[in-house]
């Protein structure tokens, strides 16, 4: 074998090394061949083999590469499904305040009619004094609705819209399974149907209500919808999702509109929940209870919020032997009834009240 076979052979691999050649389809085996070399058809077979075998490896890397791809979504589409998602909050956004004379006058029409029995003022209105409208009432109204700005749902890659029928009302709840605080639980629908059964009994008409561990917000629009003022709670991290559906669902529909706090189970409790400045008639709590490390500093929450008076709702799927465990020190320190049972789903619901020695 001369010389110039050896180094066209050698020029070969070096460029397929580099990534040179062409795409397999495109090849043409003659131009690959150095013209003139004098190479045997046996050098031949040997190179073009080789080369096989080195395109073969590349396709299946490049075959590789995209079954990996879909799985890891550029940046760039992580960005648009964001932007797009902001977009369509934005939107709904300024659509609610973008008429505050229309939307806010309405609502707050409502509190005065329910609180006085008395014809509304308009915002606006010069009021005795010289001053408009019921400015703190509007205050307290505007920052409810503009605290869906400061709360932006996750950007899951997938939501569903799921539908229930509570308090007369058809409730569209925004639910992603990629997360455990945007899911419906079957706790949460067994309290719904107590919450709306029992209404007169309970007495939920302007009751002073905090939901633990919130989600995405079904049994907190169902107790707005019955009248309360609800504080729904939740994780940083759904509270985007929840604040979205709480507004959508009761704006215009509610005598109160819903609130929505961070609330860490267990942690800046005095700060963030002084009981000189918080008293709750209901804690109102759905499937918070499962196998997680964080069960203690839940009935520590439970007990911080808990002023005389204050009833505890507790609803929950028991699945593992830790809810159980968990039932046992909720008895040391609440008077216990057992009010619901539904066997089919094994949900229980509980009404507790804070033992005072």
């Not at 050896?6 to 013209?35: F, H, I, K, M, V």
């Not at 040997?46 to 299946?60: D, F, V």
């Not at 003022?121 to 609705?145: H, I, N, W, Y």
């Not at 569209?172 to 605080?181: A, K, L, P, R, Y």
Request: aromatic fraction near 10%; include cysteine; charge should be negative.
């Amino acid at each position: 074998m001369d010389q110039a076979a050896e180094r066209g052979r050698n020029t070969g691999r070096r460029n397929l090394a580099r990534g040179r050649l062409p795409r397999p389809a495109e090849t043409s085996w003659d131009r690959l061949e150095p013209a003139g070399t004098g190479a045997t058809a046996e050098d031949t077979g040997c190179w073009r083999q080789e080369l096989s075998q080195q395109q073969k490896q590349a396709a299946g890397t490049a075959q590789h590469r995209d079954q990996i791809t879909p799985l890891q979504l550029n940046q760039r589409e992580l960005d648009e499904k964001y932007n797009k998602k902001f977009e369509e909050m934005s939107k709904y956004v300024h659509d609610t305040l973008g008429n505050q004379e229309k939307t806010i006058k309405q609502v707050l029409a409502m509190d005065q009619c329910l609180h006085t029995g008395q014809q509304p003022l308009c915002l606006g209105t010069p009021q005795k004094d010289g001053f408009a409208g019921p400015s703190v009432e509007s205050d307290k109204r505007e920052s409810s609705l503009r605290s869906i700005e400061k709360f932006v749902p996750t950007d899951f890659a997938s939501y569903t819209q799921e539908h229930y029928q509570f308090a007369g009302k058809k409730i569209i709840i925004q639910e992603s399974i990629e997360s455990f605080g945007t899911v419906v639980w079957p706790g949460a629908t067994v309290l719904c149907q107590y919450l709306e059964d029992h209404t007169e009994e309970l007495n939920l008409q302007d009751a002073k209500i905090l939901e633990i561990g919130a989600g995405p917000g079904l049994v907190s629009i169902v107790s707005s919808l019955l009248g309360a003022q609800v504080t729904a709670t939740d994780l940083p991290d759904v509270l985007g999702n929840l604040q979205y559906n709480l507004l959508k669902n009761t704006l215009e529909r509610a005598a109160h509109l819903p609130e929505v706090k961070e609330l860490v189970w267990g942690e800046d409790l005095d700060q963030k929940f002084p009981k000189s400045n918080f008293y709750y008639d209901y804690i109102l709590a759905s499937d918070v209870v499962y196998h997680h490390y964080f069960l203690d500093k839940l009935l520590a929450t439970m007990v911080h919020l808990s002023q005389p008076g204050t009833v505890v709702l507790w609803a929950n799927k028991f699945r593992f032997s830790t809810d159980y465990d968990f039932l046992d020190k909720f008895k040391q320190v609440f008077d216990t009834t057992l009010v619901a049972e539904h066997s089919e789903s094994s949900v229980k619901l509980f009404k507790g009240l804070l033992k005072w020695d």
